[in-house]
């Protein structure tokens, strides 16, 4: 039998898996293939990657046809310092505004529409962005004022990944950066899920026991990675040009696991996104382990 076919997010929120595959040894179980959010979420759904991280709305999208695997996944409970509303205005001023929303993750952009309409009360006009737009790593050309028309400037711009994290850090002056982990939290008070660990129904189905040894190998790689995180952390800071003592707030500030707050918090977003459009109905999650789905029950 080929190796599994595995995602990684090719982002620092999944730095300590990797890092915990590097220091055992378990990525020469499995083939790794990297990428952003949107491709995996592609490339798993298309039947290219066996097991991978997925943007939760993704995951939710095609439940019927993954399976999740167990106590993993990307969330936090606050502050996420990876994901920013970057504007001109303040958020409640947004209404008829144009907003840039990333299209590397589908997750966010839901999030963002969910936060806009229902916490903020807005209705903007939301603006695609593919990855390498202009401007696409700050807010400098953000519009000081909402415009009407297609050819206007942004007002407003969704950023995730290294680039949010730059900019939570470092705020431009005259901006209002808004970390929307933190929105989340304080209008729903639960957990925000961003990306779960799925299998392919069908793969699961067919290699059961590849599957579950997967689903160890990643476990016992987070836990190793998150151990040495400061090492980690002292690593990476200098290629990012970031602090050390920020990556390793951010690795602690975010939850890898997969319990029963995460999936009342998964089950939230859920709700939001069938409220605004993006999901027909909240489906039945199903588990790779039977632990698991007696869990979630």
Known sequence: MNLPRVGHIAFLNCAPHLHGLEMRRGSDRMHLQPGVPSALNRQILAGELDISPMSSIEYLRNAADLCLLPDLGIASDGPVMSIAL?????????DGARVGLTSTSATSWVLAKILLREWWGVSPVFVPEMPGTSGLQGP??????RKDEATDPLVARLLIGDPALRVLW?????????DLGQEWTRYTGQSMVYAVWAARRAYAERFPETVAEVTSILTQARDAGLRDAPAL???LAPLEKLPASLLERYFSTLHYGFGPRELDGLNAFADGAVRVGDLQSVPRLAWTSPGAVATAA
């Open 233 to 235: 952390a002292r690593r």
């Open 170 to 178: 470092k705020p431009e002056p005259g901006t209002w950066t808004i």
């Open 86 to 94: 970057v504007s001109s205005v303040p958020p409640t001023s947004l």
């Open 140 to 145: 400098s050309d953000l519009s000081p004022a």
